[in-house]
């Protein structure tokens, strides 16, 4: 027989209790989570990335006075609209069940061949 008890939550050691003066109600108050934690734990597991893409935001809005500005604004949704457009590609051929993992080299290849085409065609790239 041992002398200690170990109340375990979620394969994790929560508490260690000496067995001989130990009630059960000691031990279930160990091995549940009160609500308030729960619910906390599950808004940062759901919302997490949103809420630190905010703070990052907040925190950037704060230190430049051009981060908010239509311009940066625009320019931004530049930078990202390719990836969003892969991104819903992507998206379709994943739900469809057609894993395809070469996007990459697809997307290279189709911004390689663009530069020859332009290239030819006297376009300047500067």
């Not at 619910?39 to 430049?64: E, F, Q």
């Not at 998206?91 to 290849?109: C, E, F, N, P, R």
Request: charged share 15%; glycine share 10%.
């Amino acid at each position: 027989m041992s002398d200690r008890l170990y109340v375990m939550r979620r394969h994790a050691v929560v508490a260690e209790l000496d067995a001989r003066s130990t009630s059960p109600e000691a031990v279930m108050t160990h091995a549940t989570v009160s609500g308030v934690k729960v619910m906390g734990r599950r808004l940062l597991r759901d919302y997490g990335s949103l809420l630190g893409l905010l703070l990052i935001g907040a925190a950037l809005s704060l230190l430049s006075d051009r981060f908010l500005t239509t311009s940066n604004l625009i320019n931004v949704a530049r930078q990202v609209s390719i990836n969003a457009i892969v991104a819903a590609g992507m998206t379709i051929v994943i739900i469809t069940g057609g894993i395809d993992l070469s996007v990459g080299s697809t997307i290279a290849l189709a911004g390689c061949a663009a530069l020859l085409v332009a290239g030819s065609s006297g376009t300047s790239w500067a």
